[in-house]
């Protein structure tokens, strides 16, 4: 069964540092992985999306990475800002024994990004 | 487009009574899932609907719990009885099959019931 970890859970940092998100999951078989962003009461904002014949995916300030031999996924933020605190959820297509359901998302817990002025 | 659209956005009510929240997909999207989040269990996905069609409904909690896709740009999440451990957000999200399969939320329902 899929599974996403994402580390850390939360982060703090000053304004202007560069950060980097890791996401990891347990099958390796998947077609895509999308980074998403949570602002406090809000919905999920998709960031990026990274096709499995994809190593990264670049918008802005935002560069993705996909590993998907080592099952890993990094998120990095460049020049961060006080209005890029949020909670970053990274998600991949659900998978089983059964295979993989297109179109499912299995998420990880999100790390909770902190940029203090 | 005006992206996946939810309503209402808050709901309050009391135990007991019946809760329905509405969502409109993207349009031309194939795709719609109904999610839940809480602080203790984090986003769960309840059903999702391919074509119109219930797919995988193995999150729906309860019998409490119904979900409908009567056309391709409606569906309903229904709640009967509600009762208080139902309070969360639900979001909505729909995606186009044939694409890079990037999913899009919706505002999300506050729910809180009493």
């Known amino acids: 069964k899929q599974e996403v970890t994402q580390i850390p859970a939360a982060l703090s940092v000053p304004e202007g540092e560069n950060l980097v998100l890791n996401c990891s999951f347990t099958?390796?078989?998947?077609?895509?992985l999308q980074w998403f962003r949570q602002d406090p009461g809000k919905g999920l904002t998709s960031l990026l999306l990274?096709?499995?014949?994809?190593r990264e995916q670049t918008s802005g300030r935002l560069n993705a990475s996909l590993d998907k031999s080592s099952g890993r996924s990094t998120l990095y933020i460049a020049a961060s800002q006080p209005g890029d605190s949020a909670t970053y959820l990274c998600?991949?297509?659900?998978?089983?024994?059964?295979?993989?359901?297109?179109?499912?998302?299995?998420f990880g817990q999100g790390t909770i990004l902190t940029v203090h002025p | 487009d005006a992206g996946v659209i939810q309503s209402p956005r808050h709901e309050v009510t009391e135990m007991g009574q019946e809760v329905t929240l509405r969502c409109k997909p993207i349009?031309?999207?194939?795709?719609l899932f109904w999610y839940r989040q809480t602080m203790m269990r984090g986003l769960e996905l309840l059903i999702y609907?391919?074509?119109?069609?219930?797919?995988?409904d193995s999150g729906m909690p309860e019998d409490r719990f119904s979900a409908k896709m009567p056309n391709a740009s409606f569906s309903t999440l229904k709640i009967q009885p509600s009762e208080p451990r139902d309070s969360a957000v639900y979001f909505c999200?729909?995606?186009?099959?044939?694409?890079?399969?990037?999913?899009?939320f919706g505002p999300g329902t506050r729910l809180t019931v009493l």
């Open positions: 999200a729909s995606t186009l099959l044939a694409g890079p399969n990037e999913q899009f």
């Open positions: 099958d390796s078989a998947i077609y895509n």
């Open positions: 990274i096709q499995s014949s994809q």
């Open positions: 998600a991949v297509p659900f998978s089983n024994a059964g295979g993989t359901s297109y179109g499912k998302l299995t």
């Open positions: 349009s031309g999207h194939d795709y």
């Open positions: 609907f391919n074509n119109n069609v219930p797919i995988d």
